[in-house]
């Protein structure tokens, strides 16, 4: 920021959407600005020289991922070995399972995407040191 008020350099939106800046030093902060428009006025209101582009940002859809979230255990790249012995990438993917746990502290069932050895470990040492040791509060589920 201090930058552009020492070089004075201002941005501003093409017509092809792209960001374009005056100064060099401006090109790596106006591929992190992502669409707003910054003026340089005396005004010391920053409210006044930022403003936001009046087109709708896209949200990306929320996909569950494929991890175990007590574990930590993620999907496992292997070669997919055939008789002639010719190699192909494929992906081990983690034993996740949907599962209702009994969890005691809260008196009630949690319902939990884990993967099987996290429900072992649960049943040796407990849901609660384990969401513990995860760092998983129990309470939002």
């Known amino acids: 920021m201090t930058t552009m008020a020492t070089h004075g350099a201002w ?3 093409t017509s092809s959407a792209k960001l374009v800046a005056k100064s060099k030093e401006l090109r790596f902060v106006t591929s992190q600005l992502s669409g707003l428009r910054i ?3 005396p005004s010391s209101d920053v409210s006044n020289r930022i ?3 009046s087109f709708p940002v896209r949200l990306q859809p929320v ?3 494929r991890i175990c979230p007590f574990t930590g255990k993620k999907a496992n790249r292997a070669n997919k070995v055939s008789f002639s012995n010719h190699k192909i990438k494929k992906l081990q993917f983690v034993n996740l399972q949907y ?3 009994w969890w005691e502290a809260g008196n009630r069932f949690v319902k939990l995407r884990l993967s099987t050895k996290a429900l072992k470990t649960i049943e040796k040492n407990g849901l609660d040191a384990v969401a513990k040791k ?3 509060d129990l309470r939002k589920k």
């Open 39 to 41: 003026s340089h006025s």
């Open 63 to 65: 996909v569950a991922r």
């Open 99 to 101: 599962k209702k746990v």
């Open 51 to 53: 403003s936001f582009p």
């Open 134 to 136: 995860a760092g998983i």
């Open 11 to 13: 941005l501003r939106m």
